[in-house]
Structure formats: C-alpha cells, structure tokens
C-alpha cells in the first residue's frame, strides 16, 4: 500500500501520512478501550473522532489526487484540533495516574511502618 500511494506524486504524500496517523491511532484507541484509564470513554471517543476525520481527509486526497488550498488547510486543523484535545486528556490522566500512585505509596509507607513514630507523636497529643 506504502508503494501505491507515494508512487502517484507528491500529493499522495500526505494521504500515505495520515493512513499511518490513522492506523496507529486506531491501535492505540483498541489498547485505551480496554485499559483501566479514568478518562477511557472520553480518550476513546476523541480518538475514534481523530481516526474518523483521518479517513475521510485521506480518502478525500486519494481520491481527488490533491487537497486544494482552503479544503486542505481546514482539513489538517481539524486534525490539529483533535489532537490537542486527546494531548489535553492523556495530560489530565497522567497527572491523575502520578497523584494516584503517590497517595498508594504514603498508605503502603505507612502500613510497613515508616509512619510509626510521627503517628506516635500525633496519638500523644
């Protein structure tokens, strides 16, 4: 497919990009789908959005042989749109993931006993 698509010009550049873009995101919205994620509907759903708009802007240029001037560039920033937004919420899940994973290590600290004496010192007073 690599082949078919670059060998019909330089416009078929960009179909060939965003085909990747898609395939890969399309992989990874299966990996978050069945993910524990907080955020796991909203990132699959921005994800499924993103792949949707990749297709159709890359079926449009293979299909026409070229995006033309405006079309193009609202097309692309569409995508660009997209992908903030899932950037934005893989951010809010990674500070949420990091913020989880200190509170689970202070309770597991303080059940193997390295709390002990400042617990002591709180009961005495």
């Known amino acids: 497919m690599d082949q078919q698509l670059s060998y019909n010009g330089p416009s078929s550049s960009l179909a060939l990009d965003i085909k990747k873009a898609e395939l890969a995101t399309a ?3 299966t990996l978050i789908k069945y ?5 796991v ?3 699959a759903n921005r994800l499924t959005l993103f792949v949707d708009k990749a297709r159709s802007v890359a079926l449009e240029d293979v299909r026409d042989k070229k995006i033309i001037g405006q079309d193009a560039l609202g097309s692309l920033a569409d995508l660009d749109e997209m992908l ?3 950037h934005d ?5 990674s500070a949420y993931q990091n913020k989880e994973l200190n509170k689970l290590l202070a309770e ?3 059940i193997f006993g390295g709390n002990k004496v400042r617990k002591q010192l709180f009961e005495e007073i």
């Open 89 to 93: 919420l893989a951010t809010h899940e």
């Open 35 to 39: 993910s524990s994620l907080v955020t």
């Open 27 to 29: 992989d990874l919205r």
């Open 108 to 110: 597991l600290w303080t």
């Open 84 to 86: 903030i937004a899932i």
């Open 41 to 43: 509907s909203k990132l």
